[in-house]
């Protein structure tokens, strides 16, 4: 029952998916379905079978998608869940994803602890005024450059996104999608007023 429910809200979620293919859309319904009944699990442990673990390694490597499309599918999701709510807020945050040292990895940054390496994490989530969380409208995932350890090296870390003396402009330009999002929940919400004024309005026409 459980299993079915999971998958039931997973479609539902990502119902304006669109991978490019039928079968890629499927392959992250069940990945997400699966790894979100055992969040606390790694992927070997949360999916049994070995070839379905191979499969979701295979999807993750897919250079023929984006997972920020991944992201937009629950972006639209959320957008739905605000709407008929008078007040919403939107909120914002970056933390940081830690990897453990191996031998040969790519794609990693510097981040805030010394030494260690992983990624930055921008997320901007829309919560109710009741304090629940109604889901994510962006989401920007970077890996940080690596910087020489000389003098002044920690206050460039707590800083910067990059060298010394370079403005991480780039941050805000590629969020303003995010905020362009956010307005259009203050949209919804005006038009929802507009609707309401215009109903009680009629209402009071008709009783006279």
Same mark, same amino acid.
């Given at each position: 029952?459980?299993?079915? +429910? ?5 479609? #539902?979620?990502? =119902?304006?998916?669109?991978? &490019?293919? %039928?079968?890629? !859309? ?17 992927v070997p442990q949360a999916i ?54 191996? +031998? ?5 940054? #510097?981040?805030? =602890?010394?030494?260690?390496? &992983?990624? %930055?994490?921008? !997320? ?76 009680? +309005? ?7």
């Amino acid at each position: 029952m459980r299993r079915r +429910k999971m998958k039931e809200w997973v479609s #539902s979620e990502l =119902k304006t998916l669109d991978l &490019g293919d %039928k079968r890629l !859309n499927l392959r992250c319904q069940k990945i997400v379905s699966d790894l979100s009944e055992h969040p606390e699990q790694s992927v070997p442990q949360a999916i049994a079978e070995e070839s379905q673990v191979q499969a979701c390694y295979e999807f993750w490597a897919n250079r023929h998608y984006r997972g920020q499309q991944i992201i937009e599918a629950h972006r639209d999701a959320t957008l739905e869940r605000v709407k008929g709510r008078k007040v919403v807020l939107v909120v914002q945050d970056t933390t940081e994803i830690e990897f453990a040292p191996k +031998k040969g990895r790519r794609g990693l940054g #510097s981040i805030s =602890k010394q030494g260690a390496e &992983g990624l %930055k994490v921008h !997320n901007t989530l829309v919560v109710s005024d009741e304090g629940v969380p109604l889901g994510l409208i962006g989401q920007k995932v970077w890996a940080r450059e690596k910087m020489r350890r000389s003098k002044g090296y920690q206050e460039r870390i707590r800083k910067g996104d990059g060298e010394p003396g370079v403005k991480v402009l780039w941050r805000g330009i590629e969020r303003l999608e995010d905020y362009v999002t956010g307005w259009k929940i203050g949209q919804i919400q005006e038009t929802k007023k507009e609707q309401t004024k215009e109903r009680k +309005k009629k209402e009071r026409t008709k009783e006279r």
